[in-house]
């Protein structure tokens, strides 16, 4: 077990040790102004978390700040810049000496055939994604590493076990993040190291802005494919990870039989999902202009937890 002055955290193992872990801790997240990292914000703050807000969009960050205050600090950070992130790293540290929790949540997509996506956007997916974990991920390990304990959560997605078509740089991405997470587990385990926890998260199609941020170049509305469930339970899992680290865990409707049957039949479970992603999203979805989304530059839409879709 692990407890420091500042907080009462205390890390436990698989073996089931007693736990108190939100009251106090320091718990970073990216992603924050929206979506699952808002929603996990308000969770961890109303359980007595300290919470630190990373975003691109200041002011969104300043307006969940104001409703966690005193429990809340907010640092603008595009995790896709290295110096960012550092500096997310550096600002925690220096306002609270320490912090017990880091999230990698924030990310992006560009939707649509491989080559009709201008490159430089799979290229700022893969920074954002990927580059945006690995350096969150750099940071967080490094200090859990000096105070001999803290939980690293990576959120992933189910496309990060099981590829979807038109979905190529965010795929390649989130399969990064799902290798990265158990690599760092594997040197824990090896280097004996259990009160340091790192644990991937694996959503299936959930009701958040994920979509109106998408670049997506189909000619059709950006679309989840069903069935979709609410973003609360991912919010849920980041709040219970927390409590109760787990390697990986998969989250929504039918993501237990997916991840059934990916192990059991990958190549038949690929060429489902290969055939239900076309059909929703490159027939079934309604047409639309080309929107480049706020892949590259952050814009207004989408600000809450959830998305439109549930109307």
């Not at 690995?134 to 959560?153: E, K, N, P, T």
């Not at 078509?165 to 989130?174: E, I, N, T, V």
Request: proline fraction near 5%.
């Amino acid at each position: 077990m692990f407890s420091q002055s500042k907080t009462q955290i205390i890390i436990t193992t698989d073996k089931g040790e007693a736990m108190d872990l939100l009251n106090g801790a320091v718990i970073v997240i990216t992603g924050a102004s929206s979506g699952f990292g808002k929603g996990a914000a308000m969770s961890f703050a109303q359980q007595g978390a300290v919470v630190v807000l990373a975003a691109r969009r200041e002011y969104l960050l300043d307006e969940v700040c104001a409703a966690l205050s005193p429990k809340g600090l907010a640092v603008p950070c595009d995790v896709s810049k290295q110096e960012d992130v550092e500096k997310l790293y550096r600002t925690t540290i220096e306002t609270f000496g320490h912090f017990d929790v880091w999230i990698n949540n924030a990310g992006g997509a560009a939707i649509g055939k491989f080559t009709e996506i201008p490159l430089q956007d799979h290229i700022q997916v893969i920074e954002t994604d990927l580059m945006g974990t690995l350096y969150g991920s750099y940071y967080a390990m490094s200090h859990f590493r000096d105070q001999g304990a803290g939980i690293l959560i990576n959120v992933a997605s189910m496309i990060g076990k099981v590829p979807a078509p038109y979905y190529a740089s965010y795929a390649a991405a989130k399969h990064g993040v799902v290798g990265l997470s158990a690599s760092l587990r594997q040197e824990l385990q090896e280097q004996k190291l259990e009160n340091i926890r790192v644990c991937t998260v694996l959503p299936m199609a959930m009701d958040t802005p994920f979509f109106e941020h998408a670049a997506n170049y189909t000619g059709r509305e950006a679309v989840p494919l069903p069935p979709l469930s609410d973003a609360q339970e991912v919010i849920d899992v980041l709040v219970d990870l927390v409590q109760n680290p787990k390697d990986e865990t998969s989250v929504g409707k039918g993501s237990a039989v997916a991840t059934f049957s990916h192990n059991v039949a990958p190549g038949l479970t690929e060429g489902m999902m290969a055939k239900s992603t076309h059909k929703s999203q490159m027939e079934d979805a309604k047409p639309a202009p080309i929107d480049s989304g706020s892949l590259t530059q952050p814009d207004s839409r989408g600000t809450g937890i959830k998305g439109n879709f549930d109307k």
